[in-house]
């Protein structure tokens, strides 16, 4: 299937930096991307979503000063976790789908973000 | 708003044995349902992908099933193996936005 690649794995900042995750699309074009939090032990929370070129959309409830999200181009998208704190240390995972309805979606890694 | 609910949240099972894992949404007007594996700390890995047009997918030992008038869908593992320890997500893709829906998963612990 197809590839996403999520980068860093794993980071450990000091409350109050800032922090980006990137996600990319190895090997299709993305318009889309989704950026999802996941507490331990409970699914996916969908953050928000990307589009290339444009703002992203964000869910209820999400700062969005706080999770800046910019998709420059159709193979990547990033999330910066501004101002960290530890409340903000969670899983983070990205997802694309190629532009077809219906595709199917494929995750990154996943980044675990601990604000210390 | 749609809403997915997987049954049971757990599971634990002897090599060997055959096994269904169950999904439920509440909106039947999905353009598909993906069945996932997490293993802990890892991202998501795509086992199964089942179009609203169609009523079953297969991979190997993996068998999913949808039923969307009555909003069900089942994943089937046949001849469970200690390698299928992990948490299984189904996810249902909806709406203009395309957003994708989560259930809760269920955590399989196949053992020796």
């Known amino acids: 299937g197809a590839v996403v690649s999520q980068h860093p794995s794993r980071v450990i900042c000091k409350s109050g930096t800032s922090v980006k995750i990137e996600c990319r699309s190895l090997d299709f074009q993305a318009t889309t991307m989704f950026w999802y939090r996941q507490f331990p032990k409970q699914s996916l929370m969908l953050m928000a979503t990307s589009n290339e070129g444009s703002k992203a959309t964000y869910e209820q409830g999400v700062e969005k000063d706080k999770f800046l999200i910019n998709h420059a181009s159709l193979t990547l998208s990033t999330l910066t976790v501004t101002s960290a704190h530890p409340e903000d240390s969670s899983f983070y995972i990205c997802?694309?789908?190629?532009?077809?309805?219906?595709?199917?979606?494929?995750f990154g890694q996943g980044t675990r973000l601990t604000v210390v | 708003k749609q809403e997915v609910t997987q049954i049971p949240a757990a599971l634990s099972v002897p090599e060997g044995e055959n096994l269904v894992l169950n999904c439920s949404f509440t909106?039947?007007?999905?353009?598909?349902l993906q069945w996932f594996r997490q293993d802990p700390g890892k991202g998501l890995t795509s086992l199964l992908l089942?179009?609203?047009?169609?009523r079953e997918q297969t991979s190997g030992r993996l068998n999913a099933s949808l039923d969307k008038s009555s909003g069900r869908s089942t994943l089937y593992i046949a001849a469970s193996q200690p390698g299928d320890s992990a948490t299984y997500l189904c996810?249902?893709?909806?709406?203009?936005?395309?957003?994708?829906?989560f259930g809760t998963g269920t955590r399989l612990q196949v053992t020796l």
């Open positions: 996810a249902t893709l909806t709406g203009t936005a395309s957003k994708l829906t």
């Open positions: 909106d039947s007007a999905i353009y598909n």
């Open positions: 997802s694309a789908r190629p532009r077809s309805i219906g595709a199917e979606a494929f």
């Open positions: 089942i179009q609203s047009s169609q």
